[in-house]
């Protein structure tokens, strides 16, 4: 293993020893909110602490884009894009699908990642150019090929919803061929279970880099692709995001795209 995906997997397991502690006392949490639907705990902030504890201990030069305290150094060269706990509001509630994701890009290209489950202790690991793998066992994407009988994932539009009703006939367009459609509620897992074969594709819209970064080295070292909306290379500045197996994926661009509103293709 990379000597710095060795430092992101130590980062993300210490932090999910925390979220696991905490997570038979929610009732006594301090919550807050940032935004509309968006919430943050003092979970997350323990977690993002500790996580960038272990990052700064091991390369204090690097910098680090974390959800919760922001930019921290230049990133210049070598920035680590943390989400220290995401899934907070299925954290809240007691529903158990969350993750610890950390990525790292070198000079603005992605290089290594990690996404750790806590509640079942995954593991999902990637190198650029060294493959993907759920606990040091290689994955890689399904063998979907088209809409018929595949298995989606998606998140709903739930901060801004100004692009609910696009959002919604992508919905109803996809849902018509496919097997089905779910929304479990952390990106981050959701791009590893396309990286795992267990969805065949995913798409959602209003990301953070940090929700997806880690994710989108998974998928692609998996062998699937990722885009935004409308096929291009933008999704890690809009956060719009595709992501699937190769012959699937332009299966849902075309059905993604006639619901694309001005602002979605920008």
Do not use: C
């Amino acid at each position: 293993m990379h000597p710095m995906l060795n430092i992101a997997v130590r980062a993300a397991r210490n932090a999910g020893d925390i979220i696991v502690r905490q997570s038979t006392r929610i009732d006594e949490l301090t919550i807050t909110s940032k935004e509309r639907n968006d919430y943050v705990s003092e979970v997350d902030r323990q977690a993002e602490n500790e996580i960038m504890a272990v990052i700064r201990k091991a390369f204090p030069d690097h910098g680090i884009l974390a959800e919760e305290s922001g930019q921290h150094g230049s990133g210049d060269e070598f920035l680590w894009i943390v989400d220290p706990l995401d899934g907070t509001t299925n954290f809240l509630h007691g529903f158990p699908q969350y993750a610890v994701s950390i990525a790292l890009q070198h000079k603005g290209r992605l290089e290594q990642a990690v996404i750790y489950d806590p509640m079942r202790q995954e593991l999902f690991t990637a190198s650029r150019g060294g493959g993907a793998q759920l606990d040091n066992r290689r994955i890689r994407v399904s063998k979907q090929t088209v809409l018929e009988g595949a298995l989606l994932g998606t998140g709903f539009p739930y901060k801004d919803q100004g692009h609910l009703s696009a959002y919604l006939e992508m919905f109803k367009a996809l849902i018509v061929d496919s097997a089905g459609i779910r929304r479990p509620g952390s990106a981050a897992l959701d791009l590893a279970y396309v990286a795992a074969g267990r969805f065949d594709g995913f798409w959602e819209i209003g990301l953070n880099p940090w929700d997806m970064a880690a994710g989108v080295l998974l998928v692609r070292e998996a062998g699937g692709l990722v885009g935004d909306l409308a096929g291009g290379h933008d999704f890690m500045k809009n956060g719009n995001i595709v992501a699937a197996a190769p012959k699937l994926f332009p299966a849902m661009l075309r059905e993604i795209r006639p619901h694309l509103t001005p602002e979605l293709q920008a």
